[in-house]
């Protein structure tokens, strides 16, 4: 069968929805051919394909740019005819849980019009307690549970770790890049990802300023900064307050960024794609998480890696930048907190 998979392009999304791919290359069978439909992001070397690719669950890609206004409508009308051109026998919907039923209606209408006949999981997700207090259900398992009512079922072994295997290739540019930034090979590396792509997530630098003095103190340990091109500045200004360190930030594709990852002895970091990512290879972790979302809706998948979150009253709020005087779910997490865990993990 020739299947499209429609998911939207960022990091976190397309690590949690793996399980999801192995499931419909399950039921679908080996000689399907599935292609994936997705957004492109903004930060070219952080789209789905890399991740995709190296799990071998999918064949080929389609990407589209939003817009707003008339473009956009050009653009989705571009779209449906290039989706139709394609003569796909199904689509798939692995879209966020937040979708609510309008959007899903519309979006069910927009492949219907691309000439797609057979439609699996749109469907709203089912609706979760608004307890602060009470674990919700997985952003991965909710996407399962779509798909499980039109008969692509999971298994456990969908969440087995690492969901990828890295290629040689991306691990040669590691060592070559690590080689070149004079990493001493008899010290075990840890990577801090300081950045996050909501302020909401962020615990500020002068936290991690005497995080990391700590872990250079501790012993024999070089740090790797990791994160996107956008992160450079603050891990420069990290680095320079060290007086030593490595800056990783956007040097690597998302598969390269794993393969550093794989050399780390912990990593540290926020709610954002690279905590997912360290959580899906195994990497061992250290998470400070912020209460903005409803808990355990997007915590790393896995075992291997500890979670530091603040219940707090304004717990659950959604907001990309914190308008809570004193930002009190981040702000409350001390240094001394964080170094306990990373002691233990080191």
């Not at 250079?216 to 030593?244: C, F, H």
């Amino acid at each position: 069968m020739n299947i499209l998979v429609y998911q939207i392009g960022s990091l976190g999304d397309t690590l949690v929805t793996i399980p999801a791919y192995r499931a419909i290359r399950r039921h679908f069978g080996a000689d399907a051919i599935l292609t994936v439909l997705h957004n492109r992001p903004m930060d070219i070397r952080a789209t789905p394909v890399d991740v995709l690719q190296a799990t071998g669950l999918v064949d080929r890609f389609i990407a589209y740019d939003q817009a707003g206004g008339v473009a956009n409508v050009i653009h989705r009308i571009f779209l449906a005819f290039r989706i139709w051109l394609r003569r796909f026998d199904a689509v798939i919907y692995l879209a966020p849980s937040k979708r609510d039923v309008k959007s899903i209606n519309r979006d069910s209408t927009f492949f219907r019009t691309a000439g797609i006949k057979r439609l699996f999981g749109f469907h709203a997700c089912s609706p979760v307690s608004t307890d602060r207090e009470k674990t919700g259900p997985h952003e991965a398992m909710m996407r399962l549970d779509r798909l499980k009512q039109d008969g692509i079922l999971s298994t456990t072994m969908d969440f087995q770790v690492p969901f990828f295997a890295v290629p040689h290739n991306e691990k040669q540019v590691v060592d070559e890049w690590l080689g070149a930034a004079s990493y001493a090979r008899d010290s075990s590396l840890v990577a801090i990802c300081p950045g996050a792509n909501q302020p909401a997530k962020l615990w500020s630098l002068d936290q991690f300023k005497e995080l990391g003095l700590r872990i250079l103190g501790k012993g024999n340990y070089s740090i790797v900064l990791l994160g996107g091109p956008q992160e450079r500045i603050m891990a420069d200004e990290l680095i320079a307050a060290w007086g030593t360190g490595m800056n990783a930030c956007g040097e690597f594709t998302v598969v390269g960024s794993a393969a550093l990852l794989q050399q780390c002895k912990l990593h540290i970091g926020l709610d954002t794609g690279t905590t997912h990512l360290a959580s899906i290879i195994g990497t061992p972790s250290v998470v400070l998480f912020a209460a903005r979302s409803r808990k355990g809706l997007w915590t790393p998948l896995g075992k291997n890696h500890t979670l530091i979150l603040h219940e707090v009253p304004c717990a659950g709020c959604e907001l990309v930048t914190c308008t809570v005087p004193g930002h009190p779910c981040m702000a409350s997490i001390t240094v001394d907190e964080v170094w306990q865990e990373v002691k233990e993990r080191l």
